[in-house]
């Protein structure tokens, strides 16, 4: 076992192999804190957000009620895309194209 630097912050440290060059507090930091910066939200997911909140769940509620579509639980409820978004991006904001569905529908159904 040989000492060698590391090559973020200069400590010595043992290395059992050739493939190692930063050492375990390095390797912890790099792989526990993020170098960068959270990722900001597009102008297009805030306008789906606004959208989702004062038009398709007052709709929903009114049209509908709040129960799943599906089983007809009530309580915790989903927004689910009948014709799903990556496939259909068109009508990722069409009123008609939304149902509720409780959590275990959601999954089952996507």
Request: aromatic share 10%; with cysteine; proline share 5%.
């Amino acid at each position: 076992m040989l000492e060698y630097l590391c090559k973020n912050c200069g400590r010595s440290f043992p290395r059992y192999n050739t493939t190692v060059t930063i050492c375990q507090v390095c390797a912890y930091n790099k792989y526990t804190k993020p170098n960068k910066p959270i990722a900001k939200r597009g102008k297009k997911s805030k306008e789906y957000d606004d959208w989702r909140i004062n038009v398709a769940i007052p709709y929903l509620d009114k049209q509908y009620g709040h129960r799943c579509a599906i089983c007809g639980v009530d309580g915790k409820l989903d927004i689910d895309h009948i014709q799903k978004r990556g496939s259909h991006p068109e009508l990722k904001m069409q009123i008609t194209n939304v149902r509720y569905l409780c959590r275990n529908c959601h999954i089952k159904e996507t």
